[in-house]
C-alpha cells in the first residue's frame, strides 16, 4: 500500500515538475492522461467516467452517499477542482428500494 502511494505522489510530482497548468487543487492528471474539451463553460474529460453508489434509509440520504463516493474518488484521482458531481458532465443518477433503504448508482464524466 505504501509502495502504491509513494508511486501515485511520484507521478503527482513527475507532472507537477513537466510545467503543465495548476489550478487550485488540480494535480494535472485530468488533462494528461485523458482527452478533455470545452462544454457549456466548463473542461469536460471527453470519455472517461466515475461512477458512485450509496444508501440510505431515503433516497436523499442514499443519493448523498452515492454523490460522497464520487467526489472523494475524483479528488484522489485529479485534485478537488475536478471533484464536484454537480459540475459533471452526462450525469446519470439510477435509486431503487431495496432491503427497507434506497440505494442509489450515479456516473458521469469528471470537469471542472
Not at 28 to 55: F, M, N, P
Not at 86 to 108: H, L, T, Y
Amino acid at each position: 500500500m505504501l509502495k502504491n502511494i509513494a508511486l501515485f505522489v511520484g507521478v503527482c510530482g513527475l507532472f507537477a515538475s513537466a510545467g503543465l497548468p495548476a489550478y487550485a487543487d488540480d494535480n494535472g492528471l485530468a488533462q494528461t492522461i485523458h482527452d478533455v474539451r470545452r462544454e457549456s463553460g466548463k473542461l469536460c474529460q471527453i470519455d472517461h467516467w466515475h461512477y458512485g453508489s450509496g444508501v440510505g434509509s431515503t433516497k436523499k440520504a442514499a443519493l448523498n452517499d452515492a454523490v460522497g463516493s464520487w467526489q472523494s474518488f475524483a479528488a484522489l484521482e485529479y485534485g478537488s477542482d475536478w471533484s464536484r458531481f454537480q459540475r459533471a458532465a452526462s450525469r446519470n443518477v439510477s435509486c431503487s428500494n431495496s432491503g427497507g433503504g434506497v440505494s442509489c448508482s450515479i456516473e458521469g464524466r469528471p470537469c471542472r
